[in-house]
């Protein structure tokens, strides 16, 4: 894919709430080796723009920020991993019944504690909007996620986060929106086919 490609392509939130996605750009979170998704500070801009955080242009300005002040943007990258860390070690233990990781409910707090002053209410076309005033920092997408993150936890939808039951640690958190909260895995494309072949073997070694 090209450069211009990459740019034109837009996404939406795979999971319906921006932290969970946020979550799970590292992969195998709950395997003693994740691999990590967000390698650069440019990386982190471009899954921004993918999700809808940032717009085409802000995504271009803070890459070009991040470039000529890449020390910042080193430490805005190191601040993101750290949130999303917190973030997933939270809704790990709602999912696992585990009591409440208080090291990382602290860092979150803290974190929306720098951000909340940051939110206003602006006139937009549709009447009021939410408008976030500190853009030109390079840790500003910290504000959106933690955001979302207070609002899943105190929400209903908070009951329907799950984990996927992939016994090598996949890890990846979603939200559960079939009807009886029946599903499992991160998809049956991936973890739940793997699941289902497992479950042939054995069965038919069984027998």
């Known amino acids: 894919m090209t450069e211009n490609e990459r740019l034109r392509t837009h996404y939406t939130l795979r999971e319906g709430w921006l932290c969970l996605d946020f979550a799970n750009t590292n992969d195998w979170h709950a395997s003693a080796q994740p691999e990590e998704k967000l390698t650069s500070f440019a990386v982190w801009v471009d899954w921004g723009r993918q999700r809808g955080v940032l717009s085409g242009l802000e995504a271009q300005w803070l890459t070009l920020e991040g470039q000529a002040h890449p ?15 917190a973030i997933f070690e939270i809704f790990s233990a709602v999912v696992l019944g585990q009591p409440n990781p208080e090291a990382a409910l602290s860092l979150l707090n803290q974190v929306w504690a720098e951000k909340q002053p940051h939110l206003m209410v602006v006139t937009s076309s549709k009447g009021f909007a939410w408008e976030w005033s500190d853009k030109r920092s390079l840790d500003w997408m910290l504000g959106p996620i933690a955001r979302s993150a207070m609002e899943l936890l105190t929400s ?13 640690g996949c890890g990846w958190l979603y939200l559960d929106q079939t009807r009886n909260k029946s599903r ?24």
Do not use: F, I, P
């Open 71 to 85: 020390e910042q943007a080193e430490q805005a990258l190191q601040q993101a991993t750290a949130l999303r860390e």
């Open 156 to 168: 209903a939808a908070l009951a329907r986060v799950g984990r996927c039951h992939d016994d090598r």
């Open 184 to 207: 499992r895995w991160c998809s049956m494309e991936s973890c739940g086919n793997r699941a289902k072949v497992l479950q042939h073997y054995r069965k038919h070694k069984t027998a």
